[in-house]
């Protein structure tokens, strides 16, 4: 422990700045895997089976309160604005869907392109730690004593190589760890997308009448189809046949 604080008092501002930026880093992947793997994680499949089903039976205010039971869940939350305006038209019922995804999916994505700041920071510090250490090498060998210029000439080096190194240590896993939250993070994405459009089409396609006879046969075409019916069973007057 007191090599490594020694070695942070000889990398100065640089080293301290690596060590903030990787409790930074480790702060917001923490908070991040708790949101998206748990908070915010749910069994979406099991959720919009049971959401379909009330919609179809016409039972909209079940539906709602299914929605409120599972309130916090970005997907919960974005049938809840769709349901919300289930008994109006198509229109409205479309921007329902626009607007659910406006407010849902800035929960999803919020601070995490930071962790990829924070890593590329990190190696960019670590290059910095190195430019500095080679500068303290070449003033030991430009103005220290003959005696002490080997000795501070592998100080230098060795704080070139260490800031590196630690620089590196924080990139790394900030690097490993985004990249497993964006993958968690698009399959939300994509979970929330795609629900809400088919509970979006089953509301619009409840909307549409349902056909009738009397839709595909209108009344009037009906009539003129009888009534021409009648004319040419009509048999000719005075007894003469039908040419």
């Known amino acids: 422990m007191g090599s490594f604080l020694q070695f942070l008092s000889d990398a100065g ?16 992947v923490v908070e991040r895997s708790r ?33 409120n039971q599972m309130e916090g869940k970005p997907l919960a939350n974005a049938c809840k604005t769709i349901l919300e305006r289930a008994d109006r038209d198509d229109d409205a019922i479309f921007q329902a869907h626009d607007n659910s995804l406006a407010e849902n999916v800035p929960l999803l994505t919020k601070r995490l392109h930071y962790l990829s700041m924070l890593a590329n920071v990190a190696t960019l510090l670590g290059l910095l730690g190195t430019i500095h250490g080679l500068i303290l090498s070449f003033q030991a060998v430009a103005l220290a004593d003959p005696s002490q210029k080997q000795a501070m000439l592998a100080h230098g080096i060795s704080v070139s190589m260490y800031t590196t190194a630690l620089g590196l240590v924080v990139a790394i896993p900030a690097m490993v760890a ?14 929330i997308t795609e629900k809400t459009g088919k509970l979006t089409e089953l509301l619009t396609t409840g909307h549409m009448p349902t056909a ?7 009344s009037h075409l009906k009539a003129d189809g009888v009534q021409s019916q009648q004319m040419v069973k009509t048999p000719p007057p005075n007894g003469h046949k039908a040419s």
């Not at 501002?13 to 917001?28: E, F, K, N, R, Y």
């Not at 985004?178 to 979970?191: K, M």
């Not at 009738?212 to 209108?218: A, I």
Request: hydrophobic letters at 50%.
């Open 13 to 28: 501002l640089v080293g301290w700045c690596i060590i903030l930026t990787g409790i930074a880093g480790g702060a917001l």
């Open 35 to 67: 949101v998206l793997f748990g908070r915010y994680g749910m069994d979406a499949e099991e959720f919009m089976k049971k959401i379909q089903t009330l919609v179809l039976a016409k039972k909209a205010e079940e539906a709602l309160i299914l929605c």
């Open 178 to 191: 985004y990249s497993f939250l964006v993958s968690r993070q698009n399959t939300l994405l994509e979970q």
């Open 212 to 218: 009738t006879q009397g839709m595909v046969y209108p």
